[in-house]
């Protein structure tokens, strides 16, 4: 019942910026956590950064300074802007989030279908 939906990737040079979106449709009550991870070709999905409905949010190292993640709760969205990026930087981008379906039952691990970064000159 919930459809997460990122867009946003792209071709970038290496210190350019992108802003990735995801937005969550469906028959959503709330959204509570919302959270970005990256797959590298021959690697596994690593956390990249997540956000709570109050904004606390949290990185991994490698992001912090860089990345800034941020949500419009009213658009049931949540936003990454990617600064300084790098080569290792290329990779799916994909969407998280848990909260309360409309019927009040509880969704987590919701995932979109990813968006593809590639940092390269």
């Known amino acids: 019942q919930v459809q997460l939906v990122e867009s946003g990737g792209g071709l970038v040079q290496p210190g350019g910026s992108l802003r990735l979106s995801c937005a969550a449709s469906g028959s959503i009550f709330r959204i509570n956590s919302m959270g970005w991870y990256r797959q590298g070709p021959g690697k596994q999905r690593d956390f990249v950064a997540s956000?709570?409905?109050?904004?606390?949010?949290n990185y991994a190292d490698s992001m912090t300074g860089r990345f800034t993640i941020s949500r419009d709760n009213a658009k049931n969205t949540v936003y990454l802007q990617m600064n300084s990026l790098k080569p290792d930087g290329t990779a799916v981008y994909y969407c998280?989030?848990?909260?309360?379906?409309?019927?009040?039952?509880?969704?987590?691990?919701?995932w979109g279908q990813g968006t593809q970064v590639t940092v390269s000159s």
């Open positions: 956000i709570t409905s109050g904004g606390g949010a």
């Open positions: 998280n989030a848990d909260g309360l379906l409309s019927n009040r039952s509880y969704f987590r691990n919701a």
